[in-house]
């Protein structure tokens, strides 16, 4: 089942996933060298008509869900939030989100060098940031380096892979490292999630 990573410019993505990805038989894909594969780079396409790259994007997005691999996916900042993306990736797979705050971004990307949209990174990162929750588990990257990123969000995914498919869109994993765990939203109590996770239940008359 593939990896989603979405989140703000310069959160890591791309790095996070070849590391994530350094596994036998797991491919890792980066959305704008699918899209560059069109003819135009992205940053170029960007600035000249934003919302045909967005057409683009979209279009490469379904493609490589299509594809149905073992793979992890690096998106670009914005990929999450426009149309139904981030819905199709849920659908697809698990996604997770890397958070960063502006100035680490800034920092990171070398003042936005290269990156049209860093214009407006502190508005772009406060219109985002709600949708980026809403990935099935969020990973702070600040002060951590690429390998205990990668390593955080492999916890997740781990125990994404491991809930019934039935929970997997309604979940929430707290992305605590080794103490990570998730918060399922259901109607009713699971007691087979409950048996798998916690043992035999409690008998109701232990006499």
């Known amino acids: 089942m593939p990896l989603f990573l979405i989140g703000f410019m310069?959160?890591?993505k791309t790095s996070v996933g070849r590391a994530v990805a350094e596994q036998p038989n797991r491919v890792f894909i980066d959305l704008d060298d699918e899209i560059a594969k069109l003819?135009?780079?992205?940053a170029s396409l960007v600035s000249r008509d934003e919302a045909e790259f967005r057409r683009r994007e979209a279009a490469c997005l379904g493609d490589v869900i299509a594809r149905g691999d073992d793979y992890v996916l690096a998106t670009g900042g914005g990929a999450a939030v426009f149309g139904d993306n981030l819905a199709r990736m849920k659908a697809a797979g698990c996604v997770v989100a890397l958070g960063v705050d502006v100035d680490d971004a800034r920092a990171r990307s070398g003042g936005g060098q290269g990156r049209p949209l860093f214009a407006k990174a502190d508005e772009l990162h406060a219109k985002r940031a709600s949708v980026y929750r809403r990935a099935h588990?969020?990973?702070?990257t600040t002060?951590?380096?690429i390998a205990d990123v990668a390593s955080e969000?492999?916890?997740v995914e781990r125990?994404?892979?491991s809930l019934a498919a039935r929970h997997r869109s309604s979940t929430t994993i707290v992305a605590l490292g080794r103490r990570s765990y998730p918060i399922i939203v259901?109607?009713?109590l699971d007691a087979q999630h409950i048996q798998g996770s916690w043992g035999d239940p409690p008998s109701a008359n232990p006499l």
């Open 137 to 140: 588990s969020v990973v702070d």
């Open 10 to 12: 310069a959160a890591g």
């Open 159 to 161: 125990i994404w892979r």
């Open 186 to 188: 259901a109607d009713t």
């Open 39 to 42: 003819g135009e780079a992205p």
């Open 143 to 145: 002060r951590k380096s």
């Open 153 to 155: 969000v492999g916890i």
